[in-house]
């Protein structure tokens, strides 16, 4: 019913920038929050930053001040902005949609996209 497709992910060097994007699709009627999350190998997934349809936005910790979550409520797309990557950014990362309201049907869904590798590495 709703597919989310990450794309961006790519290998940089320690210091660089990349800029991931997430566009939803399908019978969406509204996208209450969509953030991006992450998974680096042997670790748990992790929130790195959300915002919600009017724009208020979360971010851990340790991104605060590098990445920037920005959002297209038209397009149902999010991206991420990413600066001054380090080598524990490496992780795939998922784009992730909360409170999905699908037209003529009731209730609200959460979604998640494939993922998309990002390798911080010189």
């Known amino acids: 019913q709703v597919q989310l497709v990450e794309s961006g992910g790519d290998l940089v060097q320690p210091g660089g920038s990349l800029r991931l994007s997430c566009a939803a699709s399908g019978r969406i009627f509204s996208i209450n929050a969509m953030g991006w999350y992450r998974q680096a190998p042997g670790k748990q997934r992790e929130l790195v930053a959300a915002?919600?349809?009017?724009?208020?936005?979360n971010y851990a910790d340790s991104v605060k001040g590098r990445f920037a979550i920005s959002r297209d409520n038209a397009k149902n797309a999010v991206y991420l902005q990413m600066n001054s990557l380090k080598p524990e950014d490496t992780a795939v990362y998922y784009c992730?949609?909360?409170?999905?309201?699908?037209?003529?049907?009731?209730?609200?869904?959460?979604?998640w996209g494939q993922g998309t590798q990002v390798t911080v590495s010189s």
């Open positions: 992730n949609a909360v409170g999905v309201v699908l037209t003529r049907t009731i209730g609200q869904y959460d979604y």
């Open positions: 915002i919600t349809s009017s724009g208020t936005t």
